[in-house]
T-cell receptor
Framework: DGGITQSPKYLFRKEGQNVTLSCEQNLNHDAMYWYRQDPGQGLRLIYY???????QKGDIAEGYSVSREKKESFPLTVTSAQKNPTAFYLC???????????????FGPGTRLTVL | AQTVTQSQPEMSVQEAETVTLSCTYD???????LFWYKQPPSRQMILVIRQEAYKQQNATENRFSVNFQKAAKSFSLKISDSQLGDTAMYFC??????????FGPGTRLSVLP
């Protein structure tokens, strides 16, 4: 089945540790995104990538890093510089090209990160 | 900057009844997309319906339809024959051509038996 997978579903981290969240898609989508969702709030964009080996900061990129070495993979690292990392993290992808507008975003099941 | 407002933090509806969720947005652009996403307790975000701003006809997907008022910058979602499985957070989202999504804060909908 085509779709977006995120792992793990739940993740616990000690303060001061870096942790990497996985996001994989087999939809052959060009663009991928990472969002953060806090309780009772909407989604805020962390990073996005429209093409392999290129990515851009979103609205709340501080304390996060990403890579896009393969089209199907867009891992997110939450670094120790992120002061309040406990949140729900959603990965999304969309079919787009550089010459057209970004289309509908499809989401993975999310990862719940808790800092102990 | 574009903003999306959902003025109803919580709503409830009786099973089989109809409910309308409101959404307004702010933009100076003429061409854009609007979306409604549903996030059930599983927290999986699911696309409900999509509307291109250049289309005057309101989008419809089975029991879900929108009332798109471009001049008023309003994009409400109507759910007909509400079902228990419709219980979820509903997010309105806006996207300019070539730009990223902007999400509203969400409306928590409870369908009551």
């Amino acid at each position: 089945d085509g779709g977006i997978t995120q792992s793990p579903k739940y993740l616990f981290r000690k303060e001061g540790q870096n942790v990497t969240l996985s996001c994989e898609q087999n939809l052959n989508h060009d663009a991928m995104y990472w969002y953060r969702q806090d309780p009772g709030q909407g989604l805020r964009l962390i990073y996005y990538s429209q093409i392999v080996n290129d990515f851009q900061k979103g609205d709340i990129a501080e304390g996060y890093s990403v890579s896009r070495e393969k089209k199907e993979s867009f891992p997110l690292t939450v670094t120790s510089a992120q002061k309040n990392p406990t949140a729900f993290y959603l990965c999304a992808s969309s079919e787009t090209t550089l010459s057209t507008s970004t289309d509908t975003q499809y989401f993975g099941p999310g990862t719940r990160l808790t800092v102990l | 900057a574009q903003t999306v407002t959902q003025s109803q933090p919580e709503m409830s509806v009786q099973e089989a009844e109809t409910v309308t969720l409101s959404c307004t947005y702010d933009t100076s652009e003429n061409n854009y997309y609007l979306f409604w996403y549903k996030q059930p307790p599983s927290r999986q975000m699911i696309l409900v319906i999509r509307q291109e701003a250049y289309k005057q006809q309101n989008a419809t997907e089975n029991r879900f339809s929108v009332n798109f008022q471009k001049a008023a910058k309003s994009f409400s979602l109507k759910i007909s024959d509400s079902q228990l499985g419709d219980t979820a957070m509903y997010f309105c989202a806006f996207m300019n051509y070539g730009q990223n999504f902007v999400f509203g804060p969400g409306t928590r909908l409870s369908v009551l038996p």
